[in-house]
């Protein structure tokens, strides 16, 4: 799950692949950047994300952790 997240973000945000610790606005992700992250993602493991999940789990580990609870 985290791979999957890793590379979504170096796509969108234009940056290397970040380490697992990594903020999203951090790396310079705006609020568009992280509609269209959630969207993505949401349709890809058929989940219902907001633009909240991205605040409420900022990093890149947190995220994917919360994706893969979700989806067990």
Request: no cysteine; aromatic share 6%; glycine share 6%.
């Amino acid at each position: 799950m985290q791979d999957e997240v890793r590379a979504l973000w170096a796509v969108l945000l234009k940056v290397a692949p970040p380490p697992p610790h990594a903020g999203f606005f951090e790396l310079g992700g705006n609020v568009l950047a992280a509609h269209l992250m959630l969207r993505r993602l949401s349709r890809t493991y058929g989940i219902d994300l907001r633009l909240r999940q991205i605040y409420e789990t900022p990093t890149l580990e947190a995220l994917a952790g919360a994706i893969a609870r979700r989806i067990a």
